[in-house]
């Protein structure tokens, strides 16, 4: 039995700080000796290796401007230390997923704190949400607790990421998500789309159904997706010579999807790309289950299939923010032996679309970048 387990829910922020005791110190040690740089940014990822996801369209909205930038990311060398200095320096911290080990720190009362998470729209119950289901975030921790803006897709979703992070609405800024400003730039949708023809001539003409379905499992360590539940083979032998098939798991899924012999000419796994959004855009029918991929694919109004073999157990597990049946615009199975005729037959439940877009994508409108440097880091009025 881990002590987490054994601590009361109310001591919970006691011990987090306890196990961050030596990085308290330190970066109490630097906030004395440094004045944060209002200019200043950090960009933090746990997750990445480069500037991707809405990191990158800040970063390039940023270019030539007034602010300097830092990214802190996975293997890029710099000790915590290092890390901590660079944190007290800089007044503006930008933040793209949970991170643990920045939670427990007390910041300059001028720094801004802001998430600007990874995943688009409210699916899947998170954080403080999750509450009583396994995994879940302890009621009193201080885990989320320390942002001071958090951006979302639209007004309607506000109250889940209340919940979701244990902030007042005070803190949630329904300005759209960076990264879906590319579906509305015509002219780079093509060259990327011409890009891609390029590194993948064999697809060109070809119908591309991408299965990029979520995780299973309740952490990165774990991470997987049971092979059992789809046969590439059986699904392209089921469908006309001109459909190919690409396969993106979740980035956290370290073992492939074996492709199997014979099939090599119709089967492209892309999991080895961080971002799927290039790829939505050469996609002809996208089969997923509980990924926020449905929500920037919205925006391309092309086919859709929901693979739920599990969803009575999933709901059960992890739960989601509204009930499961407003989120489907599109065909659902729960056979994998149904999924060829959705395949098909695209347009069987697009009709809840517009509401779906409403719902979920109403900040979204190409200008979501502008308007999060100049509201949030330059203090405009939104």
């Known amino acids: ?72 990311c996975e293997g890029d060398g710099k000790s915590r230390d290092q890390q901590l200095k660079i944190l007290a320096q800089n007044g503006i911290v930008l933040l793209d997923d949970h991170t643990p080990w920045i939670y427990p720190l007390t910041f300059a009362k001028t720094t801004k704190v802001v998430q600007v998470w990874h995943s688009t729209g409210a699916f899947k119950r998170m954080g403080f949400a999750r509450m009583g289901r396994r995994g879940s975030t302890k009621p009193h921790s201080l885990t989320h607790r320390n942002y ?18 244990g902030l007042t609405e005070d803190k949630i800024y329904p300005i759209g998500v960076p990264r879906t400003d590319l579906f509305f730039d015509a002219e780079t949708i093509q060259q990327m789309t011409e890009a891609f023809y390029q590194e993948y001539p064999r697809l060109q003409g070809k119908k591309l159904v991408l299965f990029a379905p979520t995780f299973r499992g309740d952490t990165r360590g774990d991470a997987h997706y049971p092979k059992e539940w789809f046969d590439p083979a059986a699904f392209l032998d089921a469908l006309p010579e001109d459909y190919v098939l690409g396969l993106k798991l979740h980035p956290f899924i370290e073992e ?127």
Not at 148 to 165: D, G, L, M
């Open 1 to 72: 039995m881990s002590l987490r387990s054994l601590c009361p829910s109310f001591l919970y922020p006691l011990l987090q700080k306890g196990r961050a005791l030596p990085d308290l110190i330190r970066f109490a040690r630097y906030k004395k000796r440094y004045t944060p740089n209002p200019k200043g940014i950090v960009m933090i990822s746990p997750s990445r290796r480069e500037l991707s996801g809405n990191f990158a369209f800040i970063a390039q909205e940023l270019q030539d401007s007034e602010f300097t930038l830092t990214l802190l």
């Open 148 to 165: 001071t803006h958090v951006i979302v897709s639209a007004k309607s979703v506000v109250p889940a990421f209340c919940e979701a992070f």
């Open 256 to 382: 492939k999807m074996p492709i199997p012999a014979g099939y090599e000419h119709r089967i492209v796994d892309f999991s080895h790309l961080r971002e799927i959004n290039p790829l939505l855009f050469v996609t002809h029918t996208l089969i997923t289950d509980y990924s926020s991929v449905i929500f920037e694919y919205a925006l391309l109004n092309k086919p859709i299939v929901f693979y739920l073999p599990d969803l009575a157990q999933y709901d059960r597990d992890r739960s989601f923010f509204y009930d499961f049946e407003t989120y489907v615009y599109g065909a659902r199975c729960h056979e994998k032996s149904e999924l060829p005729a959705a395949v098909l037959n695209p347009q069987e439940g697009l009709q809840n679309r517009d509401l779906f877009m409403e719902r979920f994508l109403g900040s979204c409108d190409g200008a979501s970048t502008r308007r999060f440097v100049d509201g949030i880091l330059r203090g405009k009025p939104l």
